[in-house]
């Protein structure tokens, strides 16, 4: 079977880094994605890994292992502006994505 | 450059009446056109897909259903809701072909039914 899972909710303080793991199973594999989703808005693309490695964009930095099934995007110099949403998502054999329920980020001062 | 755009933003229907969401891009040929819903905490549930003009691919039995009378056009229908069908309803697209995965979402439309 396919599932995805990430955590519910996180809490960090703005200036500081922050890590959002994501796994999944699934007997057929496309790239993994990252979305980032503010309240009442809809998702916004951040990051796409198919290969494993860490891929940086800035602030932004997400990491893919597919013999773990394992991925992680990672946040540095938390800004108030990044509370929001982050949704993973992988890609399946049939080229379909499947949605983790995404991780609530809230950010401190 | 490309933009997507769906409608009405918000709406509060009664149960057992009809429902109509229209989604459309502009911008770009023949793309892959989906709906989603988003229920509170969860994921996104994909409800509709379309490759093409009357090309309608469904994910999920329900009393939705969907339809692309145009090549950037789609649209969500129901005759009669329920209140299970309440939710954050999500258009999007992208390129056709199987290397490009990302997705542009429209601006969504809460729907509440009561």
């Known amino acids: 079977g396919q599932n995805i899972d990430q955590p519910t909710e996180m809490t960090a303080t703005e200036g500081a880094i922050v890590q959002i793991n994501c796994t999944y199973q699934?007997?057929?594999?496309?790239?993994l994605f990252w979305y980032q989703q503010h309240a009442g808005e809809a998702p916004t693309f951040l990051s796409y890994?198919?290969l494993d490695g860490l891929e940086e964009k800035g602030r932004f930095s997400s990491f893919l292992s597919r013999s773990k099934g394992y991925s992680y995007l990672l946040l540095k110099e938390l800004q108030m502006k990044d509370s929001a949403s982050y949704l993973c998502?992988?890609?399946?054999?049939?080229?379909?994505?499947?949605w983790g329920a995404g991780t609530k980020l809230i950010i401190k001062p | 450059s490309q933009t997507i755009h769906q409608w009405p933003a918000t709406l509060v229907q009664p149960v057992g009446s009809p429902l109509s969401l229209e989604c459309t891009v502009e911008?770009?040929?023949?793309?892959?056109l989906y709906w989603y819903r988003q229920a509170a905490g969860r994921g996104l549930q994909l409800l509709f897909y379309?490759?093409?003009?009357?090309?309608i691919s469904s994910e999920v039995p329900q009393n939705l259903s969907a339809s692309r009378p145009q090549d950037r056009q789609f649209i969500l229908s129901s005759k009669k809701l329920l209140l299970s069908d309440s939710g954050f309803y999500l258009c999007?697209?992208?390129?056709?072909?199987?290397?490009?995965?990302?997705?542009?979402f429209g601006e969504g439309s809460r729907l509440t039914v009561l």
């Open positions: 911008g770009t040929s023949n793309p892959n």
């Open positions: 890994n198919v």
């Open positions: 379309s490759v093409g003009i009357g090309q």
């Open positions: 998502a992988f890609m399946d054999s049939n080229y379909q994505l499947i």
């Open positions: 999007a697209w992208s390129g056709g072909g199987r290397d490009t995965g990302e997705l542009f």
């Open positions: 699934t007997s057929g594999f496309n790239g």
